[in-house]
C-alpha cells in the first residue's frame, strides 16, 4: 500500500513539476513560431490541421513531433495538479490559484470548441430566405425523388465518397457506386473528352480534370463521376461538380432522381430572410465603413426584424449570425453572406479571462505590496496642455487658405494636413525649404508655373534615373522640368511595370511606378486652379464682342472663369451663326465661337481634379467635390457661383499680394462651405489639427526625452543632485507635448489612442516614459529616468519613419470601426508591449551592471525588481490584450482564436514571459538568464508587433511598411548577439 501511495506521489510530484510546465510551454512556443511560419506557403488551414489540431506529427518526415493538442492536454493536467497541490498544502495564494482557475478554464473552453463547434455561413439575395447553411470545406452528394418542388433528401457526406465504394441508399432506393472522385476538380468540356459514354450532367461537363488543392480549402471545388443503379436495374454515369448551376436528373422507370453536389448543409432553427443589404463608404475612397444585413426572422412563428452589422451579431436559439462578407452576381445584386456559428463554450473564454486577469493582477500587486516597503502605491500623475501659439501674418500668410476644409482619404481635414500629405506622397518631407507645406501649395495652385523648378520628387534609387534617361546619377530631390523631357519614357515604363505581378517586380520598377503616379498627382494638382489663373487664350480682342460680353475696356487678366460669368452672353452671339456662311462671321462672331469652342474644350479636360474642397449641396458632408467638377454641373447654382467666385478672388488676390482681400475670400468661401455641411461634426476639428500640425507635440517631446537620456547617461558617473532633478524634470517636460499630441489626435479623431501602425509607437514610447517615470520614483536609482529618456526618445524616432506613409489619422477599415475594442483589446495589447520593451531595456542595464556588481548587491538588486515588476505588468496586459482580441473576433467573426499570425505574435508574448516566471521560480534560471531572457523578449515583441506584416498573410496583415524587413532583421541580430556576448563573458568570471 505504502509503495503504491509512494509511486503515486511521485507521478504527481511530476505532474506539478514546474519544469513540466516550462517544457509544455516551450513546445507551445515552438509550435506556434513554426506553425506561423508554415502559413506563408501552406495557408491558414494546412497549419491549423498539421500544428494546432494534431496530437503529434513527423518532422522531416521521420522525426515524431509533439502537436498542439497532446501538448495542450498535457498543460491542462499539469495545471489541474498544481491548483490540487496548492489546495492540498492549503498555500492560499490566490492570485496564482485564480490564474491557473482561468487558464483551466480556457482550455475547457476551447476543447469544447474543438469537438462540438460548428461554422457555417448563409448567402442571401434581397428577398431571398432559407433555413440552411453551409459548411466552409465540407461538401455533399444530395439525392431526391422527384424535381426542385418540395422533397426528402438524403445526403453522402465527401469523407465517404472514395473512389470503387459503393454506397446503397435506402431512401431513394439507389446505388451509388464512385467511378471517380477529386477534391479539387476542373471540368472539361466536350471537345476536350474523348469517350463514347458521356455522362449525365445539368451543364453539360463531359468530363473532370484532377486539379492541386488550393492553400485555403474554400477555394476548393470537387467533382465526381458516379454509376446510379435504380431498383428496376436501370443504370447511368453522371457527372456531379460543385460549381454546377443545374443539378443531375435520372429518369429511371417513372421516378425522377435528382442529385447535386454541394457544400454540406447545416438546418437552422429559424428562416432568416434578407430584406434590405447595405455597405457605407468612407466619402471619396473605396474603403468599406461599414456592412450591415436587415433580415427577418421566425421566433414563435412570428416575424421579427433584426440588423446584423459588423460587430453587432445575432443571438438566436444557441447560433450566432454575423455579418461576413458580401459579393454580387453578374447583374450587380448584392448576395450578403453571415457566418453562423454554434458554440456551446461560447462564454467560457470570457470567464476564464477575466478570472486569469484578476488572479494576475492579485498575484503581482501582492509582489509590489511587499517589496514597497509600505511606499505609498498611488501615484496621481497630471496630463495637461500647457501650450499654445499664433503665426504672425503678413503678406504672404496663408493661415486662410489653410483652415479651409478638403475631404481627402474619406476624411474632412485642414487644408494644411492636405498640404502636408501631398508634400510627403512627393517629396518625403511635410516642409519645403524649411518652410510649412501649405505655402508649396498654394504657390503651386494659385502660381502653378512658379513652381516647375521647386524639387520636390524624391529619387533615391539612380537607376530609376538612368532607365527614364535623365543625364544625371544624382540621388535626392528633383523638380517637375527635371523629369518632364523623361516623360513619355516614364510612362513606357511605368506600363511595362503595372503589367507584372507584384512579386516579379524589382526595386527599380516599384519606384518607377512610385515616380510616375507621383508626376501624374503633381501635374494634376498644378491644374487644380487652371480656372482662376490668366491665359492669353481667353482675351477678348475685338471691342463689338467685349461690349456684348460686359467685359470692362481695361481689363488686364483673362481666364476661363471669366468666361463662365458670360457663357450666356457668349451662347447668345453665336447662337444663329450656324444658318450663316463661316465666310460671312463678323470678327466679333468668328471670336465668339474660338471662345466657345476653347469652354467646351477645357471643360473636357479638366476633370476628376484634386481638392475636393466644395461639399455638394443637399447632401451634407457626404458628397464632396473638387471645383472642376461643380463647374462642370453646369455652374446653374448660384450657391457654386459665389463659391467658385471666392476661389477666382483668392487665386487673384495671391497673384496680386493682397493680403486683405485674399483672407476676405478665404473667410467667405470658409463660410458657404459651413452653411453646406450644416450640423455636421465632421469638420469641427479644423482648428485643432491646424494647431496640432503647427505645434510639433512630438517633435518637442523627442527633444526633451533626447535631453534626458545624454543627462541620464552622464549622471551615471555623477552623483550631483542637480543633474538627476534636471533629467526628472526633462522627462516631466517630454510627457507633457507628448500627452497632449496623444489628446488632440483622439480629439480630432474621434477614436482612442491607436488606430495604426502609427499610432502605436506613439502610445507605446508614452506608456513607456510614464512606465520609466513610475519606476524611478519606486527605486529613485535613475534606471526609470534612463528607461524613459531612452525608449521615448527611440521610439518617437520610429514613428516619424511610419509618419511619412501618409495620414496618420486616416479612417479605418469596417471591422475596426468599434471604438470599444480599440479601446479595450488594441490598448491593452499595446500597453503589453511597453512593459515587455521596457523589461528588456532595464535586461540590458542589468547585463552591464552585471561586470562590475555582485549578484547580492543592493543597486543590482534594484534594477532586477525593476525589470521584475515591468514585466509582470507586460505580461498582465499582454495576456489581458491577446484575450480581449479573441473575444473582439467573437463577436466580429464568431470564433474565439484562429490561430492567425498576428494572435500568434501576442501569444508568443506571453509565453515567452511565462516561460521565463516559471523558470525562475522552479530555479532553472538564475538573474542572469532571467535579464537575458527579459532582453530577448524585446524580439518576440517586435515580432509580434512588427514582423507579422512581413508575411502578408492572416487578417492582420496591413501595416507592412517598405524597408521594416532589414531594420527589423538587423535589431533581432544585435539584441541576439548582445545576449551571447554579454552571458558568455558573466560566465567565464
Known amino acids: 500500500m505504502s509503495d503504491s501511495r509512494t509511486i503515486f506521489q511521485k507521478i504527481f510530484r511530476r505532474l506539478t513539476s514546474l519544469r513540466l510546465t516550462v517544457i509544455c510551454l516551450g513546445f507551445l512556443m515552438a509550435l506556434t513560431l513554426w506553425g506561423t511560419l508554415y502559413q506563408v506557403d501552406n495557408g491558414l488551414f494546412a497549419a491549423q490541421q498539421r500544428f494546432y489540431r494534431s496530437w503529434f506529427f513527423l518532422a522531416g518526415g521521420f522525426l515524431p513531433f509533439p502537436g498542439t493538442r497532446l501538448v495542450l492536454t498535457v498543460l491542462f493536467v499539469n495545471l489541474l495538479c498544481a491548483m490540487g497541490f496548492l489546495l492540498k498544502m492549503k498555500v492560499l495564494r490566490w492570485g496564482i490559484l485564480l490564474i491557473h482557475l482561468g487558464l483551466v478554464l480556457l482550455l475547457v473552453g476551447g476543447f469544447v470548441t474543438f469537438y462540438h463547434g460548428q461554422e457555417s455561413y448563409l448567402s442571401l439575395r434581397e428577398g431571398e430566405g432559407s433555413n440552411l447553411s453551409s459548411d466552409y470545406r465540407e461538401w455533399e452528394v444530395a439525392i431526391w425523388k422527384g424535381g426542385n418542388e418540395r422533397r426528402i433528401v438524403t445526403a453522402i457526406d465527401d469523407a465517404l465518397i472514395e473512389e470503387g465504394a459503393s454506397i446503397s441508399l435506402d431512401g431513394p432506393g439507389i446505388t451509388l457506386t464512385v467511378q471517380e472522385y477529386h477534391p479539387n476538380a476542373t471540368p472539361l468540356g466536350p471537345m476536350q473528352v474523348q469517350s463514347a459514354q458521356r455522362p449525365l450532367n445539368g451543364t453539360g461537363i463531359a468530363g473532370l480534370q484532377k486539379a492541386t488543392r488550393n492553400r485555403d480549402p474554400e477555394k476548393d471545388v470537387p467533382g465526381g463521376v458516379f454509376i446510379v443503379s435504380a431498383p428496376g436495374g436501370e443504370k447511368a454515369l453522371i457527372l456531379l461538380f460543385g460549381n454546377d448551376s443545374r443539378p443531375v436528373v435520372f429518369n429511371a422507370g417513372d421516378e425522377d432522381y435528382t442529385f447535386v453536389l454541394r457544400r454540406k448543409r447545416q438546418s437552422l432553427p429559424t428562416v432568416v430572410k434578407l430584406i434590405d443589404f447595405k455597405r457605407e463608404m468612407h466619402s471619396g475612397t473605396g474603403m468599406a465603413k461599414s456592412y450591415s444585413s436587415l433580415v427577418t426572422i421566425l421566433p414563435g412563428g412570428v416575424e421579427r426584424q433584426v440588423l446584423i452589422s459588423m460587430n453587432k451579431p445575432l443571438r438566436y436559439r444557441g447560433y450566432t449570425f454575423y455579418q461576413a462578407s458580401f459579393s454580387e452576381?453578374?447583374?450587380?445584386?448584392?448576395?450578403?453572406?453571415?457566418?453562423?456559428?454554434?458554440?456551446?463554450?461560447?462564454?467560457?473564454?470570457?470567464?476564464?479571462?477575466?478570472?486569469?486577469?484578476?488572479?494576475?493582477?492579485?498575484?503581482?500587486?501582492?509582489?509590489?505590496?511587499?517589496?514597497?516597503?509600505?511606499?505609498?502605491?498611488?501615484?496621481?500623475?497630471?496630463?495637461?496642455?500647457?501650450?499654445?501659439?499664433?503665426?504672425?501674418?503678413?503678406?504672404?500668410?496663408?493661415?486662410?487658405?489653410?483652415?479651409?476644409?478638403?475631404?481627402?482619404?474619406?476624411?474632412?481635414?485642414?487644408?494644411?494636413?492636405?498640404?502636408?500629405?501631398?508634400?510627403?506622397?512627393?517629396?518625403?518631407?511635410?516642409?519645403?525649404?524649411?518652410?510649412?507645406?501649405?505655402?508649396?501649395?498654394?504657390?503651386?495652385?494659385?502660381?502653378?508655373?512658379?513652381?516647375?523648378?521647386?524639387?520636390?520628387?524624391?529619387?533615391?534609387?539612380?537607376?530609376?534615373?538612368?532607365?527614364?534617361?535623365?543625364?544625371?546619377?544624382?540621388?535626392?530631390?528633383?523638380?517637375?522640368?527635371?523629369?518632364?523631357?523623361?516623360?513619355?519614357?516614364?510612362?513606357?515604363?511605368?506600363?511595362?511595370?503595372?503589367?507584372?505581378?507584384?512579386?516579379?517586380?524589382?526595386?527599380?520598377?516599384?519606384?518607377?511606378?512610385?515616380?510616375?503616379?507621383?508626376?501624374?498627382?503633381?501635374?494634376?494638382?498644378?491644374g487644380s486652379f487652371r480656372f482662376a489663373q490668366p491665359r492669353d487664350e481667353f482675351r477678348v480682342n475685338n471691342d463689338e464682342l467685349r461690349e456684348k460680353l460686359g467685359f470692362a475696356a481695361d481689363k488686364e487678366e483673362w481666364m476661363f472663369a471669366d468666361m463662365l460669368t458670360v457663357a450666356s452672353a457668349l451662347a447668345r452671339v453665336i447662337e444663329d451663326m450656324d444658318l450663316v456662311d463661316q465666310q460671312a462671321w463678323t470678327p466679333a462672331q468668328s471670336e465668339a465661337f474660338t471662345l466657345s469652342s476653347l469652354l467646351y474644350t477645357w471643360s473636357q479636360h479638366y476633370s476628376n481634379l484634386p481638392i475636393r474642397m466644395i461639399p455638394l449641396r443637399g447632401h451634407g458632408d457626404d458628397v464632396w467635390l473638387c471645383p472642376w467638377d461643380i463647374i462642370g454641373l453646369g455652374f446653374q447654382d448660384q450657391a457654386d457661383r459665389a463659391a467658385i467666385g471666392d476661389l477666382v478672388e483668392m487665386a487673384s488676390a495671391y497673384r496680386h499680394g493682397d493680403q486683405a482681400a485674399f483672407d476676405a475670400a478665404a473667410e467667405s468661401f470658409e463660410d458657404e462651405v459651413s452653411a453646406r455641411l450644416g450640423e455636421s461634426t465632421r469638420a469641427k476639428h479644423i482648428?485643432?489639427?491646424?494647431?496640432?500640425?503647427?505645434?510639433?507635440?512630438?517633435?518637442?517631446?523627442?527633444?526633451?526625452?533626447?535631453?534626458?537620456?545624454?543627462?541620464?547617461?552622464?549622471?551615471?558617473?555623477?552623483?550631483?543632485?542637480?543633474?538627476?532633478?534636471?533629467?526628472?524634470?526633462?522627462?516631466?517636460?517630454?510627457?507633457?507635448?507628448?500627452?497632449?499630441?496623444?489628446?488632440?489626435?483622439?480629439?480630432?479623431?474621434?477614436?482612442?489612442?491607436?488606430?495604426?501602425?502609427?499610432?502605436?509607437?506613439?502610445?507605446?514610447?508614452?506608456?513607456?516614459?510614464?512606465?520609466?517615470?513610475?519606476?524611478?520614483?519606486?527605486?529613485?536609482?535613475?534606471?526609470?529616468?534612463?528607461?524613459?529618456?531612452?525608449?521615448?526618445?527611440?521610439?518617437?524616432?520610429?514613428?516619424?519613419?511610419?509618419?511619412?506613409?501618409?495620414?496618420?489619422?486616416?479612417?479605418?477599415?469596417?471591422?475596426?470601426?468599434?471604438?470599444?475594442?480599440?479601446?479595450?483589446?488594441?490598448?491593452?495589447?499595446?500597453?503589453?508591449?511597453?512593459?515587455?520593451?521596457?523589461?528588456?531595456?532595464?535586461?540590458?542595464?542589468?547585463?552591464?551592471?552585471?561586470?562590475?556588481?555582485?549578484?547580492?548587491?543592493?543597486?543590482?538588486?534594484?534594477?532586477?525588481?525593476?525589470?521584475?515588476?515591468?514585466?509582470?505588468?507586460?505580461?498582465?496586459?499582454?495576456?489581458?490584450?491577446?484575450?480581449?482580441?479573441?473575444?473582439?473576433?467573437?463577436?466580429?467573426?464568431?470564433?474565439?482564436?484562429?490561430?492567425?499570425?498576428?494572435?500568434?505574435?501576442?501569444?508568443?508574448?506571453?509565453?515567452?514571459?511565462?516561460?521565463?516566471?516559471?523558470?525562475?521560480?522552479?530555479?532553472?534560471?538564475?538573474?542572469?538568464?532571467?535579464?537575458?531572457?527579459?532582453?530577448?523578449?524585446?524580439?518576440?515583441?517586435?515580432?509580434?508587433?512588427?514582423?507579422?506584416?512581413?508575411?502578408?498573410?492572416?487578417?492582420?496583415?496591413?501595416?507592412?511598411?517598405?524597408?521594416?524587413?532589414?531594420?527589423?532583421?538587423?535589431?533581432?541580430?544585435?539584441?541576439?548577439?548582445?545576449?551571447?556576448?554579454?552571458?558568455?563573458?558573466?560566465?567565464?568570471?
Not at 336 to 341: G, R
Not at 345 to 351: A, E, N, Q
Not at 880 to 900: E, K, N, P
Open 329 to 526: 452576381t453578374g447583374t450587380g445584386q448584392e448576395i450578403s453572406t453571415l457566418a453562423v456559428v454554434k458554440n456551446y463554450g461560447r462564454l467560457v473564454p470570457y470567464i476564464a479571462t477575466t478570472v486569469t486577469v484578476v488572479g494576475l493582477a492579485l498575484h503581482f500587486l501582492g509582489m509590489l505590496i511587499m517589496k514597497a516597503h509600505r511606499k505609498k502605491l498611488a501615484v496621481a500623475l497630471l496630463l495637461f496642455c500647457g501650450l499654445a501659439g499664433t503665426a504672425s501674418a503678413d503678406v504672404h500668410s496663408v493661415d486662410s487658405f489653410a483652415r479651409l476644409p478638403v475631404l481627402e482619404g474619406g476624411r474632412v481635414m485642414p487644408m494644411d494636413s492636405y498640404a502636408r500629405l501631398k508634400l510627403l506622397q512627393f517629396s518625403g518631407k511635410s516642409t519645403f525649404d524649411r518652410k510649412p507645406a501649405v505655402e508649396w501649395l498654394a504657390r503651386a495652385v494659385f502660381t502653378p508655373d512658379q513652381t516647375r523648378e521647386s524639387k520636390v520628387f524624391l529619387v533615391d534609387n539612380p537607376d530609376v534615373l538612368q532607365a527614364i534617361g535623365i543625364p544625371t546619377e544624382e540621388r535626392g530631390r528633383h523638380s517637375y522640368n527635371d523629369l518632364a523631357p523623361a516623360a513619355a519614357k516614364l510612362f513606357e515604363l511605368a506600363q511595362a511595370a503595372s503589367g507584372m505581378e507584384k512579386e516579379a517586380r524589382t526595386v527599380v520598377d516599384n519606384e518607377i511606378l512610385r515616380l510616375q503616379n507621383n508626376l501624374m498627382d503633381y501635374s494634376a494638382l498644378l
Open 687 to 989: 482648428e485643432s489639427e491646424i494647431f496640432f500640425n503647427k505645434a510639433k507635440l512630438f517633435y518637442r517631446a523627442e527633444w526633451a526625452y533626447g535631453l534626458a537620456f545624454i543627462l541620464a547617461l552622464w549622471s551615471i558617473t555623477s552623483q550631483r543632485k542637480w543633474l538627476y532633478r534636471m533629467t526628472a524634470a526633462l522627462i516631466v517636460l517630454g510627457l507633457i507635448p507628448h500627452t497632449a499630441g496623444i489628446l488632440l489626435r483622439m480629439q480630432i479623431m474621434g477614436r482612442p489612442p491607436v488606430t495604426n501602425l502609427y499610432a502605436t509607437f506613439i502610445f507605446v514610447a508614452w506608456i513607456c516614459a510614464m512606465l520609466g517615470l513610475i519606476l524611478e520614483y519606486f527605486q529613485r536609482n535613475k534606471v526609470g529616468l534612463f528607461v524613459a529618456g531612452l525608449s521615448g526618445l527611440a521610439l518617437l524616432l520610429v514613428s516619424g519613419r511610419f509618419g511619412t506613409e501618409g495620414d496618420t489619422m486616416g479612417v479605418v477599415v469596417a471591422v475596426l470601426d468599434s471604438n470599444f475594442w480599440l479601446a479595450t483589446h488594441v490598448v491593452c495589447i499595446t500597453i503589453g508591449y511597453a512593459g515587455c520593451f521596457v523589461a528588456g531595456v532595464i535586461g540590458h542595464i542589468y547585463l552591464l551592471q552585471a561586470f562590475h556588481k555582485k549578484e547580492d548587491d543592493p543597486v543590482l538588486l534594484q534594477t532586477y525588481e525593476s525589470m521584475y515588476g515591468a514585466l509582470a505588468f507586460g505580461l498582465t496586459f499582454a495576456f489581458l490584450g491577446t484575450m480581449l482580441g479573441g473575444v473582439w473576433a467573437d463577436q466580429s467573426w464568431g470564433r474565439f482564436w484562429g490561430w492567425d499570425p498576428k494572435e500568434n505574435g501576442a501569444l508568443l508574448i506571453v509565453l515567452w514571459s511565462a516561460i521565463l516566471f516559471h523558470a525562475r521560480m522552479g530555479g532553472m534560471i538564475g538573474y542572469v538568464e532571467t535579464a537575458a531572457g527579459c532582453v530577448l523578449g524585446v524580439i518576440w515583441v517586435l515580432l509580434a508587433w512588427l514582423g507579422v506584416n512581413l508575411l502578408g498573410v492572416g487578417l492582420h496583415s496591413y501595416g507592412f511598411t517598405s524597408g521594416l524587413a532589414g531594420a527589423l532583421y538587423l535589431s533581432i541580430t544585435v539584441e541576439i548577439l548582445f545576449v551571447l556576448i554579454t552571458v558568455g563573458l558573466l560566465r567565464r568570471r
